[in-house]
């Protein structure tokens, strides 16, 4: 056992995140620290999203075989790479040799991932294949190297509804338990009816804010009338609902969902065999840490949020619509006002989040207070995020 002179020092108060888990009337919200400190970050990354299910892309980033996609969990640099067999590899993105990261950019590497270092060469499975000159110029072999104990390092994934999810510790609960909650409360619908339409369905925004912030403000509706009016005008708060989920997601849910995208235009192809209760039903969860989600009848998104630095935050964006039959250039314009409608939304999102980031400065600022009707999902996101800081 470490003692007390040799622990590491705690970036945070407990007593403040013990505040947050007292009953929400009287609780506050995570300290200034959480949004602000670069030592706060990496505790949080080392001792929760390391330790839980974090997502770094999606299916799509690697279409085709021996397309490789370079991601990070907070800094820590991950590959995900798509084998001829079609299935995904995920591995540390860095040679066993020097250290060096091996992909910085999306990319074919057909079937060998080469070092630009010192060309030691790797395959699709993370196999060390090739060594030139390790044992002298034009000496491929060394005394007692044995390439086999060098390959890249495999990391811990998995893929649902075309997102890749990786845990860097290797120790988290299973995936199937980690996702249970949320599949079975969407399944009514049959994902495997899901396609992505290409460049109309996808979209990217950079925010200057510490991701929480962005999981916190997707998650309440509270905000909906004063930041999306137009949104607001066919979805009113009053048709809003919380979900909470303890330890999994939280969000909203709406009544109301009847969205005015093309005047007199085709109505989008449905998921089959929906229950009549979702014929204006949506509903739109936080799957913590990092995902960000939406489900209607005609389509489901999801956004990762790439957290690029303590105060910045990178939204992906990826829609799906249901069928090949939504392919059909019939729904072009339709699929193109749908992402325009989302882009409006999500736009509308970026400055009051970017408000909260700067506030988070303030020395008069401690944690803030809920509203017990209105922000429960949010208090949720608080529980999870000081549960595991305080475990850690």
Known sequence: MQSAAHSPRLPF??????RVLQPIETARGLPNEAYVSQAFREWERDRVIAKTWFCIGFGRDVANPGDAFPSDVLGLPVLMVRRYDGTIGVFHNVCSHRGAQLVTEACSVK???RCPYHSWVYDLEGNLMGTPHIGGPRTSEAPGFDKSEHGLKAVRHAVFWDMV???????????????????????????????????????????????????????EAYHLPSIHPGLNSYSKLDDHYNIEVEDHFSGQGSHAYTPLLVKDGPNLPTFPGLPARWDKASEYASLFPNVLLGIHRDHFFAIRLEPVAINQTREHLEIYYVGDGAA??????????????????????????????KGRHSPAYDGGVFS?????????????????????
Not at 13 to 18: C, F, G, Q, T, W
Not at 375 to 389: E, M, Q, S, V, Y
Request: overall charge negative.
């Open 13 to 18: 108060d407990p007593a403040a995140l013990a």
């Open 111 to 113: 079937r060998r991932i």
């Open 165 to 219: 999810f990786v845990n860097i510790s290797g120790d988290a609960e299973p995936f199937e338990s980690y996702i249970k909650p949320l599949a079975e409360r969407w399944a009514d619908f049959d994902m495997n009816h899901i396609r992505h339409p290409g460049d109309v369905g996808s979209l990217k925004l950079t925010v200057n804010c510490n991701w929480k912030l962005a999981v916190e403000n997707y998650c």
């Open 328 to 357: 059909d250039p019939h729904y072009d314009a339709v699929k193109q006002a749908n992402l325009n409608a989302w882009k409006t939304v999500f736009a509308e999102d970026v400055d009051v989040v970017e408000r909260m980031q």
């Open 372 to 392: 017990p009707a209105m922000d429960g999902p949010t208090h949720c996101f608080h529980r999870w995020l000081a549960k595991n800081l305080l475990a850690g």
